[in-house]
């Protein structure tokens, strides 16, 4: 069973609306640049703000992805928890120390496994970008060489 988080979709979406707020704050002047028509001009010159834009964009979406919460809810999870005392397993009258010992370790390896499960999806994307970076970094740099190719045939001819 997946555990829900206390947190509401709305309060949620409020953070990612607002990290995605953030992020178009910073390509506004990219946004505002009416004079570049080339898209090449317009990638160099922006750089910097587009790629900051598209971190600050995909930033609580890849937290969401690893830790199923948004950053600044998971910032503030993480300080109610450390303020209350969490309620570990106890030991039952039936329970020998054996068992009590299993069912720590059983809680601890179910925790562990939840966590590695949460972070595989993000692995997984991650991954599938580079495979693609790595794709469209072959094929521009095989158009090059067929251009630089013609070229000199045509210098020849």
């Known amino acids: 069973m997946e555990a829900r988080s206390k ?5 949620k979406l409020t ?3 607002l990290w ?12 505002a640049d009416e004079k570049i ?8 010159n922006y750089q910097i703000e587009l790629f900051t834009t598209i ?3 995909l930033f609580p979406v890849v937290i969401n992805l690893i830790f199923k919460t948004t950053p600044f809810l998971y910032i503030r999870e993480k300080i109610n928890v450390a303020n209350t ?4 397993i106890q030991m039952g009258d039936n329970d020998t120390e054996e068992t009590f010992e299993l069912k720590l370790q059983s809680n601890e390896s179910k ?3 939840e966590k590695i499960f949460n972070r595989s999806g993000i692995y997984l994307i ?5 495979a693609f970076i790595g794709l469209f970094f072959f094929l521009h740099t095989n158009e090059q060489i067929q251009i630089r190719r013609v070229n000199r045939i045509t210098a020849i001819a």
């Open 15 to 17: 953070e990612i609306y």
């Open 55 to 57: 971190g600050l964009c």
């Open 7 to 11: 947190y509401s979709l709305h309060e």
């Open 37 to 44: 028509s080339n898209p090449s001009e317009y990638l160099k």
């Open 85 to 88: 005392d969490n309620p570990k």
């Open 111 to 113: 925790t562990i496994s």
């Open 20 to 31: 995605f707020g953030v992020g178009l704050v910073f390509s506004l002047p990219a946004i």
């Open 126 to 130: 991650s991954g599938t970008t580079i």
